[in-house]
């Protein structure tokens, strides 16, 4: 692996370490008395640690302590922190436009960036509607399944099947198609739409898992608008990963059936599990596919949405023939212009190589875990390390390990994991592995 800062990225971060906000005790009491936290309670049991700067791999905390970040802001900052190609993208975009509406208006940022997606992705998709974040992508993707089964006259079909363990967010639609069981959306379980879900897909396709497959699509074919999975990793459901040769049956199921096969990659997407997209381990393209998180290299919120002409041009001629659906900040300027320099580093960059790399040394250092108590299982894919529990962990307990490792992570339920930028040096994973063993010793005593 090389090392992960350049010059530039140094001088610019060094700069930069005088501009934070200072905090305050009357910003820690405005936040435990205004600011809503996501996944907790109102006002929260747990103080959340206050940042007041990020650079290269690193966040500083307010009382001056710096961690590897080992979750790259919840999977999105793929390059780091204040990268100086990121960070001068979204400053030339300044000095023409933060921002216009796209209905009835168009710009060349969101232009660019939807042919170089549509460059990347998995072949066939050609069109990019873009949306504000990734769940709602899934919202999106999902209105595109129903309005394009209406316009082809099977009003009917108005389900979608997928699979346990997956995750798709958590707006209405996504919660539907994410699995009800043991998630944090089964409190909504008797109001959302029934979906189809077949059993969680295995670390080895299986004769048996194949006809479980074609026998709920058959026995539901007429109710069923797609298929929609996370490819080959099952994200905040479990980080559970599974055969690739699952797609290639998923693929074949929705050609005889007539359905759409969506793939869900917001958190596989550009890079994650070692291929560009995960849709590529198996050599499949969906008909729809979701982006997301990584995107704009963590800068900002952004979401798009590709699908094929057919799809475009079957919702396109239905009798309704616009895709209802337009948010605000949709293609917005500044994220189409941090969105094109991401992808770009990606395409001109060694991320291959990096994710490879990562992949590797979290492999050697995180394997000794399995021997340690409590602990269930170790595995690593791409740039995804994750040790998981017999038991659920008590957060708390386990980020402070590895915060005294000098590393961030976010557990939650039964698994420790890590996801950290492809910038990160072979001493940061070194230390990030570490911090997740910590956290596995601290919560398996």
């Known amino acids: ?36 936290h996501p996944y907790a309670p109102m006002p929260s049991v747990v103080e959340p640690f206050p940042v007041v700067g990020a650079d290269g791999v690193r966040i500083r905390l307010a009382d001056g302590r710096e961690l590897v970040d080992g979750m790259a802001s919840w999977w999105s900052a793929i390059h780091g922190y204040r990268h100086p190609v990121l960070d001068q993208a979204v400053r030339d975009q300044l000095d023409s436009m933060a921002h216009v509406m796209f209905g009835g208006l168009t710009h060349a940022p969101a232009v660019r960036l939807a042919e170089r997606l549509t460059a990347m992705a998995p072949a066939g998709l050609e069109h990019v509607f873009f949306a504000d974040s990734g769940s709602v992508s899934v919202e999106v993707a999902i209105k595109m399944c129903l309005q394009y089964q209406r316009s082809q006259g099977h009003a009917s079909r108005t389900r979608l099947m ?77 980080m559970h990963f599974y055969d690739s040769e699952v797609l290639k049956v998923l693929r074949a199921l929705c050609d005889e059936h007539g359905l ?48 094929t002409t057919r799809v475009a041009h079957g919702i396109s001629s239905g009798e309704a023939p616009v895709l209802m659906h337009g948010p605000t900040f949709m293609a917005n300027p500044l994220a189409c212009a941090a969105a094109y320099a991401s992808t770009g580093l990606l395409l001109e960059g060694t991320w291959r190589e990096q994710v490879a790399g990562i992949g590797k040394l979290l492999t050697e250092h995180l394997e000794p875990a399995r021997e340690l108590p409590g602990v269930a ?25 590895a915060m005294d490792q000098g590393v961030w992570i976010r557990p939650f339920g039964k698994l420790l994991y890590v996801m950290p930028p492809y910038v990160t040096g072979e001493e940061d994973v070194a230390r990030i592995a570490a911090g997740l063993v910590a956290a596995a010793r601290a919560s398996g005593e």
């Open 260 to 307: 759409l096969l969506v793939f869900d990659e917001i958190a596989t997407g550009f890079g994650r599990t070692g291929e560009l997209f995960a849709a590529e381990h198996a050599g499949v393209s969906p008909d729809i596919m979701t982006v997301g998180k990584a995107l704009t290299g963590g800068y900002m919120t952004m979401a798009a949405v590709l699908c």
């Open 377 to 401: 299982d170790v595995r690593v894919l791409g740039a995804i390390g994750v040790i998981e529990m017999q038991q659920p962990t008590d957060m708390r307990v386990a980020t402070k390990a």
């Open 1 to 36: 692996m090389t090392d992960a800062l350049t010059d530039a990225q140094t001088d610019a971060q060094t700069d930069a370490q005088t501009d934070a906000l200072p905090w305050t005790p009357e910003l820690a009491a405005a936040d435990r008395d205004k600011v809503w």
């Open 162 to 238: 997928t699979v346990r363990g997956g995750y798709h967010g958590d707006t209405f639609g996504a919660m539907a198609v994410t699995d009800p069981a043991g998630s944090m959306h089964q409190l909504w379980a008797d109001v959302l739409p029934e979906h189809v879900f077949a059993d969680r897909p295995p670390k080895t396709l299986t004769e048996e898992y194949a006809a479980h497959l074609a026998q709920l699509a058959s026995r539901h074919a007429d109710t069923l608008a797609a298929i929609i999975v996370e490819p080959v990793v099952q994200g905040a459901g479990g």
